[in-house]
């Protein structure tokens, strides 16, 4: 579809700090993410306390990573240990977030943040560490 001006970015490949021959391509959020996602966030799961109690919970911060990967989720190089695509590129949801979680939390991060780069209001963003060069608002 073409719609000139609002598209955010092209897919693009975003390649891993220390595998630079891997990648993961990210594609824009479209509106039907938008929705997708905000069910994600306002439907409640149950959990069980250690007391047999159950009450209903929002999703975690890594369930959340996990969703917006997901539904950004364009295509990757990364491969099983036969040698065979851990992904298509049209793979489902649910898939992708199986294959996310067999990954190294560091990968998921990266990735995460490389959205937050590129896509208003979704993915992570990196924090400065304390003492870097940027300005003090405050001064």
């Known amino acids: 579809m073409k719609v000139g001006n609002y598209v955010l970015f092209e897919p693009f490949e975003y390649k891993f700090k220390k595998e630079p021959d891997l990648y993961w391509k990210i594609k824009p959020p479209t509106s039907g993410d938008e929705v ?56 489902s949801v649910s898939s992708i977030e199986k294959v996310l979680k067999q990954l190294p939390y560091a990968m998921v991060l990266e990735i995460w943040e490389a959205i937050g780069d590129h896509c208003p209001g979704w993915g992570g963003k990196k924090v400065e560490a304390e003492g870097s060069e940027e300005e003090d608002p405050n001064s």
């Open 36 to 91: 997708d996602m905000a069910r994600f966030l306002n439907r409640g799961k149950y959990v069980v306390s250690n007391e047999g109690a159950s009450r209903e919970d929002a999703p975690t911060l890594v369930e959340i990573m996990h969703r917006e990967v997901a539904l950004t989720f364009a295509g990757t190089n990364i491969e099983d240990d036969d040698g065979k695509p851990v992904l298509k590129d049209n793979a």
